[in-house]
């Protein structure tokens, strides 16, 4: 079976740093993968080389099969791969609907002078992203919050806005940098709880840096572990809990009890 996504011998440098040194890995359809490791380990940087926003200096990026390596952004998009950032995207000066119109966008087929226009092409795309926005608040158990500016609500409800644009994008694969920072322990709860329900119902695929580790021992099928650029260890929740490279080099002792 071809895995869904497929990282091999990835490398990555900026002048004299080597922020991912011949990284290797893959992740299956319907999965969570996790990535962790210390500050610096180069989990952000491989993020950015699926994506499309840094073009890798080696190795090769496949999804489903097909080689995405460089792509730019917004074609890695167009084959159904939506990502979070660590720090809130959310455009600050727009409602929570007219932030999920926005993932809805490159779903549209109508062109810029269409949409200018408000032809019925265009006004029928609309209506059906809202509709498809107004779904999405209303399984994420928000819908209150359509007409809310961002600054309007908890930060944790923010976050939750913002991975509901990621699924506006209906996408097959997210991506979610550091998902739980900055919330509280009913936040993670709940988040960590949405990401479960998402991928039940819609079998979507989840790839999620984090620094939470008993949120990550707990969502996780795998976790990769990198430090200083290179992969120290792969395996189940298990297998990383009890390895002595990750123990010495991230979780530390007293980390192992973690579930």
Same mark, same amino acid.
């Given at each position: 079976?071809?895995a ?7 490398q ?15 992740? @299956? /359809?319907?999965?969570?993968?996790s ?8 989990k ?17 990026v ?6 995405i390596?460089?792509?730019?952004a917004?074609?890695?998009?167009g084959?159904?791969i939506?990502r979070?950032f ?17 993932? %809805?966008y490159r ?17 029928a @795309?609309?209506?059906?992203?809202v %509709?498809?926005?107004? @779904? ?11 007409g ?10 923010? /976050?939750?806005?913002?991975?509901a644009?990621?699924l506006?994008?209906k %996408? ?21 709880a949405?990401i ?16 939470d ?12 572990v990198?430090?200083f650029?290179?992969?120290?260890? @792969?395996?189940?929740?298990h297998?990383?809990?009890a ?8 979780l ?8």
């Open positions: 079976m071809t869904m996504l497929e990282i091999a011998a990835l990555m440098r900026f002048q004299g740093l080597t922020a991912l040194d011949q990284v290797s890995f893959s992740m @299956e /359809k319907g999965s969570i993968t990535l962790i490791g210390p500050n610096g380990a180069g952000t940087t491989l993020f950015n080389c699926v994506t499309g926003m840094y073009t890798p200096t080696g190795g090769r496949a999804f489903e099969g097909e080689d390596t460089g792509q730019a917004h074609r890695v998009s084959h159904g939506a979070t660590q720090n809130l995207a959310l455009f600050a000066g727009l409602s929570v609907m007219d932030n999920l119109l926005v993932g %809805a779903q549209g087929s109508s062109g810029l002078l269409q949409g200018a226009f408000l032809t019925p092409r265009a006004r @795309e609309q209506r059906a992203a %509709a498809a926005a107004t @779904e999405v608040l209303e399984f994420l158990g928000m819908p209150e919050t359509a809310l500016l961002p600054g309007e609500m908890p930060y944790g409800k923010q /976050k939750q806005v913002e991975f644009r990621a506006m994008q %996408a097959r694969l997210v991506l979610l940098d550091e998902p739980m920072a900055g919330m509280s322990t009913t936040e993670k709860a709940a988040m960590t949405l479960q329900r998402v991928r039940a119902e819609f079998g979507m695929s989840f790839l999620i840096v984090e620094h580790i008993p949120v990550i021992m707990d969502i996780s099928d795998k976790i990769v990198l430090d650029g290179r992969k120290i260890a @792969e395996g189940t929740p297998e990383v809990q390895n002595e490279a990750v123990i010495a080099a991230y530390g002792t007293e980390s192992t009890g973690a579930h």
